[in-house]
Every structure is written in C-alpha cells, then in structure tokens.
C-alpha cells in the first residue's frame, strides 16, 4: 500500500452533509529510514473544531499536537530504523497490513493485520521482523503525562 483513500465530509451553505475530499494520499518519506506516512487530519484541541472546511490534512504537523489530535497512515519497511520514544497522548492504533513488533521496556508483542493497540504513554519502538512492510493507522489525542509515584514519565525520543 503505496497509497490510501481519504474522504472528508462537511457541510454546504445550508448545513447539509456533504462530501468535500475523495482523494488518493501517497505515503511520503519520513525522515526516519524505512517509514512513510500520510497526515490524514490533525485538530488543535479536543473537543475539536468542525466549522469551515479547511483541509487540516495538508499542514505538516508534528509527532503529536498538544492539546489536539493527529490520525496519521503509517508504513514501516523490514528492517526500519530504531526509534524508541515516549509521547504524551493516549494512541490508537490498528494495523492494516503486514505484522509488525511493538517493543517495550518489559517485553515485545507482535500485532498482525486486523489488531487494535491502545497504547498509554509507554515507552516504545516499532520493529518489522518480516520480509514484509507494516501498514499501521494511529489516532494520536493529547493526554497528560503519565505519573508513576513521583515520577512524570513525559514525552522523549
């Protein structure tokens, strides 16, 4: 999967539904070696704003926006690049395509097609152990970060 079909829907003049994007978005380069992605729409805060129709799919934002959300297609190649990292959002995640590891502090789990991961401030990596790519869509919201004891464990990596 090279490229993923995203349609957006909004309202006209008189508040009907109706469609304002049916488009194909290719997954581009990241700057990590072996990762691709498409930004599928980003919100500034949650709750989120859906007056107007401005396409939030064509601003580059980062990793994670705080307070508000990022839904983000990945695709990660054999062999990617480490990226161990921790963020400040709770993160939802379903694998489209492909098997992938989710390496932990205390263990690895390996997700395949079809499973759903809620992931909650862990640190973590993701790693392809397979001879074929991982397809992976994430919905990121701002969370607060974790606290174990006295320790805040916040966003690193």
Not at 3 to 21: E, K, M, N, Y
Not at 26 to 48: F, I, N
Request: proline fraction near 5%.
């Amino acid at each position: 999967m090279r490229t993923i079909r995203r349609v957006v829907t909004g309202h006209d003049g008189q508040g009907r539904s109706q469609v304002l994007l049916d488009e194909e978005r290719p997954l581009q380069p990241a700057m990590r070696p072996g990762v691709s992605s498409a930004l599928m729409w980003w919100t500034a805060s949650s709750p989120a704003d859906n007056d107007g129709d401005a396409d939030a799919g064509q601003e580059g934002v980062a990793t994670m926006v705080d307070g508000g959300t990022v839904f983000r297609v990945v695709r990660y190649e054999p062999g990617v690049a480490p990226r161990p990292h921790r963020t400040s959002s709770i993160d939802y995640a379903l694998v489209i395509s492909g098997e992938i590891d989710l390496e932990l502090e205390e263990g690895v789990v390996q997700l395949k097609a079809g499973d759903v991961l809620v992931q909650r401030g862990t640190w973590h990596n993701w790693i392809v152990r397979g001879e074929e790519a991982a397809v992976v869509a994430f919905v990121l919201i701002a969370a607060e970060p974790v606290k174990v004891g006295r320790r805040t464990l916040g966003a690193a990596g």
